[in-house]
């Protein structure tokens, strides 16, 4: 695994569903906001966790939209992903390996210039997609 820098221009809002566990809980958070978003053509998936208020590592299954959606209608949280520069590893063939993604945020994290106020981020290609990008923003 390689950590390259990546660039984000600007903040990105997205829309999310928090799922009830972590990890357990994952695959039902993602199944209810693609039922949400998924007849929308443009929508780019995220996962993105951190920890919260000594209640272990909260997990939200994430997504932008082209046309943006009206979250509260749709009963779906709003937060932004701010831009700036991250780390990043890509990783192929998740679904061989699911724990590769818990190794690449290890080792983003043992840099010494994150924020710490990121989160970790998991960037998708598409829904269900084997291949996943690991980002989190440096510090700065």
Excluded: W
Aim: hydrophobic residues 35%.
């Amino acid at each position: 695994m390689e950590v390259r820098e990546k660039s984000f221009p600007k903040d990105m809002s997205v829309v999310f569903v928090q799922s009830k566990t972590f990890p357990d809980g994952i695959k039902e958070a993602f199944d209810t906001l693609k039922s949400k978003v998924g007849h929308i053509k443009r929508v780019s998936y995220f996962g993105i966790s951190n920890p919260e208020g000594g209640n272990g590592i909260v997990y939200r299954a994430a997504a932008t939209t082209l046309p943006e959606v009206n979250a509260e209608a749709l009963g779906l949280g709003r937060l932004i992903i701010k831009g700036g520069d991250y780390y990043s590893i890509k990783l192929n063939d998740i679904s061989k390996d699911i724990g590769l993604i818990s190794q690449a945020f290890e080792l983003i994290l043992s840099q010494d210039d994150i924020d710490p106020n990121g989160r970790c981020i998991e960037v998708y290609d598409h829904f269900g997609s084997d291949s996943v990008e690991c980002i989190v923003r440096k510090a700065g």
